[in-house]
């Protein structure tokens, strides 16, 4: 069974950068897709992106495009804004390519527990 942490959120101001982590446990990524959603107190699981099991392949939502770099096992954040505050998840998926499917959490097939980051103004 695979379990997934997060690591790396934390307080920032706006225009900072973060660089999330994403780790496995009780298995291997290899050949995982792996995504990073996010939520917001009050709010649905709001994909971020994704990559590919092979690496090849990246998917981001609007809202992160430009400014966001998922990498296998990272998210880097870069000019984040006070609307990027929220709790994030990393999910994984044993089957490596990417669909247009990516953006529903139960797409993924095992989540961590998630990290938070908080964007101060």
């Known amino acids: 069974q695979v379990q997934l942490e997060e690591s790396g959120g934390g307080m920032v101001q706006a225009g900072e950068s973060l660089k999330l982590s994403c780790v496995a446990s009780?298995?291997?990524?290899?050949?995982?897709?792996m995504g990073w959603f996010r939520q917001a107190p009050g709010k649905e699981r709001e994909f971020v992106a994704a990559i590919s099991g092979s690496g090849a392949a990246t998917q981001y939502s609007e809202s992160v495009k430009g400014r966001f770099t998922i990498s296998r096992g990272y998210l880097q954040m870069n000019s984040l804004k006070s609307e990027d505050t929220a709790g994030y998840f990393c999910g994984a998926r044993s089957r490596g390519p990417l669909s247009t499917r990516v953006v529903l959490p139960e797409y993924w097939d095992y989540w961590g527990q998630g990290t938070q980051v908080t964007v101060a103004s």
């Open positions: 009780g298995g291997t990524l290899s050949g995982y897709a």
